[in-house]
T-cell receptor
């Protein structure tokens, strides 16, 4: 079965510091992977998606970047965090076909101070 | 652009009640619709998925219906229990060729079931 691992679970970082959040997937190959952010009082916002190694598409301009160095690894990064980067970050795998559910990791709570 | 709305934003009911959560979407050309559950500080768990060609799906005490032409879905929870307390999210996806299956989410309904 498909499993998504995200780490760390919580993170408190000062403004201006770098960020690296990692997501790995088990139980599937060549997955489409997604990074979402959930801010307080707002819905889930799609940040990046990737259909394969080295292929990244960005939904909104922002202070973050993403990379996919391996088939089952998706990384969210920032060189210098802003206060507005605080939120709950979720990695997701969405398979092929109309009957395929989406699987989400347990999320990373990022607080920028 | 697809917009997904969920009503009500919050719901508090006594144990045992039957509930209906509502979801509407503006673009009816969807690929599928999913209902998720999110517990505080946790990720999303898929509850039910309805393909665009289907009308409803059932899992245990949960039943989700889809009226694609009117852009609506409902999640029915029978005989609610305190363990059902969570935020319920509705999401739709579109044709994979153009949007790669990305999900458009509503803001959720926060459900509290008290004993």
């Amino acid at each position: 079965s498909q499993t998504i691992h995200q780490w760390p679970a919580t993170l408190v970082q000062p403004v201006g510091s770098p960020l690296s959040l990692e997501c790995t997937v088990e139980g599937t190959s060549n997955p489409n992977l997604y990074w979402y952010r959930q801010a307080a009082g707002r819905g889930l916002q799609l940040l990046f998606y990737s259909v394969g190694i080295g292929q990244i598409s960005s939904e909104v301009p922002q202070n973050l970047s993403a990379s996919r160095p391996q088939d089952r690894q998706f990384i969210l990064s920032s060189k210098k965090l802003l206060l507005s980067d605080s939120g709950f970050y979720l990695c997701a795998w969405i398979g092929q076909g109309p009957a395929t559910e989406a699987f989400f990791g347990q999320g990373t709570r990022l607080t920028v101070v | 652009k697809q917009e997904v709305t969920q009503i009500p934003a919050a719901l508090s009911v006594p144990e045992g009640e039957n509930l209906v959560l509502n979801c509407s979407f503006t673009d009816s050309a969807i690929y599928n619709l999913q209902w998720f559950r999110q517990d505080p500080g946790k990720g999303l768990t898929s509850l039910l998925l309805i393909q665009s060609s289907q009308r409803e799906q059932t899992s245990g005490r949960l039943n989700a219906s889809l009226d694609k032409s009117s852009g609506r879905s409902t999640l029915y929870i029978a005989a609610s229990q305190p363990g059902d307390s969570a935020t319920y999210l509705c999401a739709v996806s579109h044709d994979r060729g153009s949007t790669l299956g990305r999900l458009y989410f509503g803001r959720g309904t926060q459900l509290t079931v008290w004993p």
